[in-house]
């Protein structure tokens, strides 16, 4: 609850802001910041914000929204308060939310065919410590200590020491989408190295022991980075320009989803008229407009807004 709606408005756009560089930053998930229409805004609501997220799919998912109320709850609740004045006012409110739909959404923006693809930001287990020929004498106390020294650098790790075969291993944690993997048997321990295997492309690479900490650290970095990379590129491999309801409806069948952008009058009647006939629901208003002027895909009247298309869960 704000007492102005300067300081409202703010406060749903810091939300906002911060639900886009959570995404980003930490989930390696780029969005898009946009507004949403009439039609598809919070019921109530006098503006909805949202950032919307391309899953590898081609498919729309909102990951998060920030609304400015106004005051109309206020008022139809009749909350009040006390102003420097000394008059009763209706306050202004804001509401935003996340939700566990943003762990659906980290499924399918980076799982691949062999499973889970989990950030490392986030990654309950970041690395995975898998003794080779475990038997052998002194490997499971080699692999002990990469355990040991990696939990102590603030990485979090956990060894599977269990008889089951390594290969077995190797699926399971994949499964499981950890960022790395990493294997120490007696022929590394001769070389002093361990071999480190990355999740999100299944490169391998041979790291000194003396190196440990530092490599695990930078390839959990260059992990995210990656990952954050092969999302965006599937979001613009994906966007694309229409200028009719033809081409919205042959891009959309085509690729099964994607991003459409193309104007819009701001009639319901054409937004409408877009679901019905291409099967798509507008996702946003972009924040960052072009400016420029064009036509209505339906209606054909001239009109500057940008807006995007898509096929959402
Ligand atoms: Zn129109």
């Not at 209706?90 to 989990?118: A, C, E, F, K």
């Not at 440990?212 to 970095?221: H, P």
């Not at 209505?296 to 940008?306: A, I, L, R």
């Amino acid at each position: 609850m704000h007492s102005t709606e300067e300081e409202a408005r703010e406060e749903t756009i810091r939300m906002l802001n911060v639900y886009a560089d959570f995404c980003e930053n930490v989930l390696a998930m780029p969005v898009t910041r946009g507004r949403k229409t009439d039609k598809e805004k919070f019921n109530g609501a006098e503006e909805t914000y949202c950032v919307e997220c391309m899953m590898h799919d081609r498919k729309a998912l909102q990951a998060g929204t920030s609304h400015y109320f106004g005051d109309g709850f206020a008022r139809a609740f009749e909350i009040t308060f006390t102003g420097t004045d000394n008059q009763l006012h209706y306050p202004h409110q804001t509401s935003w939310g996340v939700s566990t739909r943003l762990i659906g959404g980290i499924i399918m923006t980076h799982g691949d065919d062999n499973g889970l693809v989990l950030p490392p930001r986030i990654a309950p287990v970041q690395a995975v410590v898998i003794p080779i020929a475990q038997h052998k004498p002194g490997v499971l106390d080699a692999a002990g200590e990469l355990l040991k020294r990696l939990q102590t650098a603030g990485i979090r790790t956990k060894m599977d020491s269990s008889d089951k075969a390594p290969g077995w291993k190797f699926a399971e944690y994949e499964m499981r989408g950890v960022p790395l993997r990493i294997e120490i048997g007696p022929k590394d321990m001769e070389k002093q190295q361990c071999c480190i295997a990355r999740r999100d492309t299944g490169e391998k690479a041979f790291v000194p022991l003396a190196e440990l900490e530092s490599a695990v650290a930078k390839l959990l970095d260059d992990i995210h980075q990656n990952m954050f990379a092969m999302a965006k590129k599937n979001l613009e491999d994906n966007s694309f320009t229409a200028e009719t309801l033809d081409q919205v409806k042959e891009i959309t069948s085509r690729i099964g989803g994607g991003f459409v952008h193309t104007k819009w009058c701001g009639e319901l009647s054409c937004e409408l008229a877009m679901k019905e006939q291409a099967g798509v629901t507008s996702r946003c208003m972009p924040l960052k407009q072009s400016g420029t002027t064009g036509k209505c895909p339906v209606c054909g009247k001239d009109c500057t807004t940008d807006i995007i298309w898509g096929i959402a869960y």
